[in-house]
């Protein structure tokens, strides 16, 4: 799929068959993330491949929607901080990175024919728990990733004029 097409594709899934996810479409995926910009070429994210099948009740404390288990696989994009490049204020990068390498992800996902739904609401705690993360990591977005069970639904967004400025605020 050609990459403006994918763009106008994309949307929140929140339903999904069970059919596997082919190992080599997967690595694509994660190698459109690997590809990512990020800040001083630093890369201070981790992706966290799960398969649902078996862990469904886990994930759940995660993230409580039935549809996030649909799937038969949730990844977790998480950040570095230790490894973030700082800008001139200090200001860490690693979510901004972390963020671009998930957003290259869905993407990707998108122009291959499978769905996924950015979550920002999840228990970190949970996740912690779950995915046996150390202290001096972040959880910051999961996605179911699989096939969506229907076809896309229309999405609005606001006209360029409300969101773009131009020289100055």
């Known amino acids: 799929m ?6 106008g594709a994309r949307y929140s899934v929140r339903g999904y068959r069970s059919d596997p996810v082919d190992d080599a ?8 993330a690997r590809r990512a910009p990020t800040a001083s070429n ?9 398969h649902t099948r078996g862990r469904k009740d886990e994930l ?8 996030f288990v649909q799937a038969p696989l949730v990844l977790a994009m998480v950040a570095v901080p230790s490894e973030a490049w700082r800008r001139v204020d200090d200001k860490p990068y690693d979510e901004v990175d972390a963020t671009i390498a998930m957003d290259h992800l869905v993407l990707a996902a998108t122009a291959l ?16 728990e779950v995915l ?3 202290d001096d990591v972040e959880p910051l977005a999961f996605t179911p ?3 969506p069970d229907k076809p ?5 967004r606001r006209p360029l004029a409300e969101i773009v400025k131009y020289e100055r605020w």
Do not use: H, M, N
């Not at 479409?25 to 459109?32: F, I, K, N, S």
């Not at 890369?43 to 799960?50: D, G, S, T």
């Open 2 to 7: 050609e990459l403006f097409k994918a763009i």
């Open 60 to 67: 759940l404390r995660i993230y409580g929607r039935p549809w």
């Open 132 to 134: 046996g993360l150390p």
């Open 113 to 128: 024919g499978l769905g996924t739904c950015w979550i920002a609401a999840f228990d970190p705690a949970a996740a912690r």
């Open 152 to 156: 896309s639904a229309a999405t609005s």
């Open 42 to 50: 630093r890369q201070p994210f981790r992706l966290i491949v799960v």
């Open 25 to 32: 479409t997967l690595g694509q995926v994660l190698e459109a």
């Open 145 to 147: 990733l699989g096939l």
